[in-house]
């Protein structure tokens, strides 16, 4: 009787070209066995096996009075399978611990999600994992109750960086059900000897070209998890340090923060000097002449919030964090941003340069920034030019529907422009400004009943700017992005992401029918100059 082939569960890492031998891939000083499994037409692999000693569960804690815990106890044993198959190496795990017998950066990022991506019938999608590139790059695992295409996850091709991805593959002898991530895993019927034709199937769906039409955005944006690859970007990026070449690297602040309270910012071992922002030459001041900016230099200095009286207030970070760059390494355009790396295609880089250079700039021109934060700022404006202006910052708009306190621009315009304002700073700040603006333009457009609250919002004349019997015509109003920047220049550089950022949210509203405007707010050389702590005053600690 023919022996039927049975499901096994197998969790694959690809091994990357350069490692062939089991000693470089995995701790096998930690292994307890080594054991030789011969497979049939194919030759031989090595199973290593690692016991742990007994442990009782944690949740036996609470028995105690009743029961020895360590009567409960097991034994945890995890194991990899080490082979090559067609001159590449393979490791199996089997296990809670097989995944951590493998050394680091030995394997293949995104084996499985490629290989995955190139197998599975993309209408049989039963998983996503995601990682959103806007804000604070949160993960997100979307789930659906019946098989689908990945179209119906939600995804937003422009900022979200796929995963993982769970669906059935197209040829049966693959698999019934793969997840693919790092690795691989697969449900499928098999025996030992055939897992060498598996494993060179999964291969070659790796190596083969993502379909065109359905997934080659996948390869816009992806993380480095490289050991090895991050520090040899750390390296290029010292070495710019080391030249003095601050091209394409900038100082920006990294989290929302209370512009009211916060009057400057104070670096460690600053001699007490309060800066209006966080940028290069500001912290170049807080430096011994001759001390050579390093990246372990901005990974040990921090920066904090500070009040008028020079006191620390709210937040403070390692100026590493504050860190912004794009470095060029081996023909790859490779961007900093909160302290991780990501590899940016260089088709994505150049269109979205494209579409970011092709929004127009807003002919507005407004004041100087002065200090005090963006509040202060729109309600110095409101009060200059009544007529003109009507001040809405910090007077949101309660409205259903999960949207529960909406802002619906800072300042609103007689001309119908609905613009938002905010400080410069990193992706999660800029995250904030078009998503205030994208959610105020929908709601606008679309729901009556919010249009009727934000008449009520406003005075005369501002009030019949707005119907409520009827959403904005095409063009008839324009959302203003404006940024208050000391970078010189009319130009205005905001980071990738928010680059990607914005001009997904501006397809978004032109569809709403706005026009969307860039408007940069210079700031007045009076405030950009750093104070010192006044002579009578007690010093503090920077």
């Known amino acids: 009787m023919k022996e039927q082939k049975k499901v096994h569960q197998l969790n694959v890492f690809l091994i990357k070209p350069a490692f062939s031998a089991p000693e470089q891939v995995l701790k096998v000083e930690d292994c307890t066995r080594d054991l030789v499994i011969p497979i049939a037409g194919y030759g031989e692999a090595r199973l290593f096996v690692k016991s742990s000693p007994p442990t009782a569960p944690k949740w036996s804690a609470i028995f105690r009075e009743f029961i020895n815990p360590m009567e409960l106890a097991t034994t945890g044993v995890a194991a990899a399978l080490f082979l090559i198959v067609n001159e590449r190496a393979f490791v199996l795990v089997f296990g809670q611990g097989g995944r951590f017998l493998l050394r680091d950066d030995v394997h293949e990022e995104r084996f499985g999600l490629l290989c995955a991506l190139n197998s599975v019938d993309p209408e049989t999608f039963r998983c996503v994992d995601l990682q959103s590139l806007d804000a604070i790059q949160s993960h997100s695992r979307i789930q659906s109750g019946q098989e689908t295409t990945a179209d119906k996850f939600g995804m937003d091709i422009e900022q979200d960086m796929l995963k993982a991805i769970v669906g059935t593959p197209v040829k049966a002898i693959l698999g019934s059900r793969m997840t693919g991530s790092d690795s691989l895993s697969v449900s499928v019927k098999m025996k030992l000897q055939d897992l060498p034709h598996l494993l060179g199937e999964y291969r070659a769906a790796f190596e083969a070209d993502l379909s065109d039409k359905d997934h080659q955005w996948v390869n816009n944006v992806r993380m480095t998890k490289s050991t090895a690859l991050q520090e040899s970007l750390e390296a290029a990026l010292d070495a710019k340090l080391a030249a003095g070449d601050f091209q394409g690297l900038w100082l920006a602040i990294p989290d929302m923060i209370e512009w009211g309270q916060v009057k400057g910012f104070m670096y460690t071992y600053g001699r007490n000097e309060l800066h209006p922002d966080i940028n290069w030459d500001g912290f170049r001041k807080s430096l011994k002449p001759g001390t050579a900016i390093t990246l372990d230099l901005l990974k040990t200095r921090r920066v904090s919030c500070a009040d008028a009286d020079h006191q620390k207030v709210f937040k403070e970070w390692p100026v590493f964090r504050c860190l ?193 405007q860039l408007l940069k707010i210079a700031v007045n050389d009076t405030y950009a100059k750093t104070t010192k702590v006044p002579t009578n005053g007690r010093k503090k600690k920077a």
Not at 405 to 434: A, T
Not at 447 to 455: I, L, N, P, S, Y
């Open 324 to 516: 912004y760059a794009e470095v060029d390494l081996q023909g790859s355009k490779y961007i900093l941003n909160d302290g991780r790396w990501f590899n940016v295609a260089p088709g994505f880089v150049e269109r979205t340069d494209k579409d970011f250079a092709s929004i127009p700039f807003s002919s507005l021109n407004l004041p100087e920034y002065l200090g005090g934060g963006e509040g202060a700022y729109n309600e110095a404006l409101a009060l200059a030019e009544p007529g003109r202006y009507a001040l809405l910052d910090a007077r949101p708009i309660v409205h259903g529907g999960g949207h529960g306190k909406v802002e619906v621009c800072d300042l609103f315009s007689m001309d119908r422009e609905l613009i938002h304002v905010k400080i410069y700073g990193k992706s999660s700040v800029f995250s904030h400004l078009f998503s205030q603006g994208f959610v105020s333009g929908q709601l606008i457009q679309i729901d009556a009943t919010f249009r009727q609250k934000v008449r009520g919002a406003l005075l005369a004349p501002f009030t019949e700017l707005i119907q409520v019997d009827r959403k904005p015509a095409q063009d008839e109003f324009t959302v203003v992005y404006a940024v208050i920047s000391d970078d010189v220049g009319a130009g205005l550089h905001l980071p990738f992401f928010s680059r990607v950022n914005l001009n997904n949210t501006r397809k978004i509203l032109n569809g709403y029918g706005y026009k969307v």
